[in-house]
Every structure is written in structure tokens, then in C-alpha cells.
């Protein structure tokens, strides 16, 4: 790397570490990212119904959280958080605490439907059905387009009783402020240098390979994720053992690690993209 790239990953994660760290899956250019890849795989008729339903966003009535843009709606859930009690009652439909130390049981953990992965399920519902008001259906959009992104960051699927990582404080090669621990690294620095390394991830994906990595359904695709949590994200920063190591009092990923983990943080951010395009096309295609 270079002095003046040096300089400016620095001073990015500056910048990082003045914001707030609500415990968000992906940053703002993760979860673009993931909406960009999907809009550039859609068919022609399933983008024009995508942005019929951005056109109505405006409904939504939340002047601070934007919505004029696919983008924006991508980010929406998360702003809209922060709204206090009109929204409020979403947070626990971002994630879905799935033990990484027993067998893999997602209905214990959606059991009331309150789960990322029963709510991209509703909004495939509310996205289908036309005699919805237009309002609903675009909150539906923003919520599909942003949780199914959730979905794919491994901390959202796989949990080791720390809130997805967030109680693991964590150094991301030479930088370790307190603020910093495992769940933002992967759905902050670590996904952002994963989509910057690299060919561009948003791209025309030949059919062939978007269909293998389309394969398969939302329950699917929470083992999948759950997995990539339990072999890779928590091994790497607790230990290989981690149902039965004690986490160290701050966990390092250092470039070797770092470098390890950007294929599987790559891969997860294409997966999204790509079944996002899929869920799209079934939806309003």
C-alpha cells in the first residue's frame, strides 16, 4: 500500500471512529452496494416496478431518512430507527440470534416472527399483492432490500450470546479504539475493503454463475450464513475453539486474518446482491 492510500485508510477510520455504533448490519455502502448489484441483474420490467414503488416513497413521510433513490431505501430501516417510537418497533427484525454453539435452529429464534429472515419473508407477501396501498408496498421494498442484505452479514445469522459480536472488542490490523469490536468490523471497514478490492462487485453476472449463487431459499441462505459465522467469523478472532474458549479481552484481526476473511466478506456482499435481484424478479418481475 502506498503512503497516500496509507494516509487515507487512516483517516477513514478517523472518521469511523467519530460516528455513533449502533448495532447496524453493514454500513450505508454495504447495503448500497448489495441494492446496486441487485438492480444490475433484475429484468427490465421488475426495475421499472422497483422504481414506480421509489416514486411513491416520498409517503413514507420521514424528512430526515432519505427515499428519493433505490440507494436510499437501502438505508432506510436504519434511519427510520432512529425516529424513536414510530420505529422503534423494528429493531428486532434486523438480526436473528441463532447459537452458533448448538445445531442450527431457526424457528426457536423466529419463533415469533420477529426475525430478519421471517421479515423478508412478509415483504415478499406485501410486494406481490397490488391491492396494497402504495405506501405500504414501498416500506415493504426498503425493508426487503435492506434485510435481505442483514441476512448476509454472518453476525446477523450467527450469534454466540454477545449480540452478534458487539460485546467482542476487536482491533482491525493496527487499529483497536474502544469503540471497534467484531460486529462493526465485519458490517463496516472489513465489507467496504471487501466491495473496494478488487473488480467492481456491481456488474451484469453471466446467468450461469448468478443462478449458482441464487440457489436456494431464505432458510437457506440463514443456515448459510449462520455457518460462515460459526467456522469463520468467530474462529478467527476467538480462537478455533470458540464454544469452548473463553473470547480474549480484545480480539486482533491482523492483516493476515484481514486477508483471509476479505474473500468470505466478498462473497456474502455478491450472494445478497444476487438473491435480492432474484427475490425482486419473483416479487414485481
Known sequence: MTAAKCIAALLALALFALTPAPAF?????????IAQIAMANVSPRTRAAVMALVRQAGTLDTKTCATRTVENLSVWPDCARSLGPRFSYTASWHYQNVNICKAFDLKSACKDGNCVSAQIERD?????DKSIPARERAM?????IHFTGDLHMPLHAGDHGDLGGNQIKAAYGIYAPDRL?????????LAERAITTGPSLVRRYAPDEAAMLQAGNVEDWSRESWQVSRALTYPT????????????????LDNATIEKLLPAAKLQIE???LRLARLLDEALG
Open 25 to 33: 448490519a453493514y454500513g450505508g455502502f454495504g447495503h448500497e452496494t
Open 124 to 128: 415478499m407477501k406485501l410486494l406481490k
Open 140 to 144: 415493504a421494498l426498503s425493508f426487503l
Open 181 to 189: 469490536n467484531l460486529h462493526s468490523i465485519w458490517d463496516g471497514v
Open 237 to 252: 478472532a476467538v480462537g478455533d475453539t470458540p464454544c469452548t474458549t473463553a473470547p480474549p479481552a480484545r480480539a486482533r
Open 271 to 273: 450472494r445478497a446482491g
